[in-house]
């Protein structure tokens, strides 16, 4: 009887957990020291037109935090390397506030975050969808100009994984 009790209580804590909005570092740890290859696809201010460049990622997990190191094989001077931590809790990926987890049995994760900004000089809310497979990944950034109801996509990065 205490076996089932004790097997009851793991079953829920980790469905609860799967569905928490907190997020762990041992969510990322499969994206550990991966490399990745696709584009980044942006929308134009001057034009709103969709500009896709070539686009590498590499991804590592240090102590609390997921390293980004961005790569533009024909623009250069737009690499970046980014440095996020798990904040408040967990309920804080870098300065986007976490609004949604879900963790799938395939492994992969999805993340829904939002936070504050400007967007061509206007206020906006701005949502980022983090699509982390053990294959792909896909990042959207979506923006709702404040005054209104709807959202367009300002840009999206679509990545396979690479084996070195």
């Known amino acids: ?78 690499n970046s390397k980014s440095v996020i931590k798990l904040r408040k809790k967990g309920t804080y990926f870098g300065n986007e506030k976490v609004d949604n987890i879900e963790r799938r049995q395939d492994g992969s994760l999805l993340v829904k975050t939002s936070y504050n900004g400007r967007d061509n000089g206007q206020k906006a809310i701005f949502y980022k969808f983090y699509e982390l497979g053990v294959s792909s990944v896909i990042i959207t950034k979506e923006v709702q100009l404040i005054g209104t109801h709807q959202t367009f996509i300002r840009n999206k990065i679509t990545l396979k994984k690479i084996k070195l």
């Open 1 to 78: 009887m205490k076996k089932l009790i004790i097997l009851s209580i793991w079953a829920l804590s980790n469905v609860l957990l799967s569905q928490s909005n907190i997020l762990t570092i041992q969510d990322f740890n499969f994206l550990n020291n991966s490399n990745w290859q696709g584009s980044l696809m942006y929308v134009n201010y001057s034009d709103n037109k969709e500009v896709f460049i070539p686009t590498s990622l590499t991804i590592s997990i240090k102590n609390n935090t997921v390293n980004l190191l961005t790569t533009y094989p024909n623009e250069p001077k737009a």
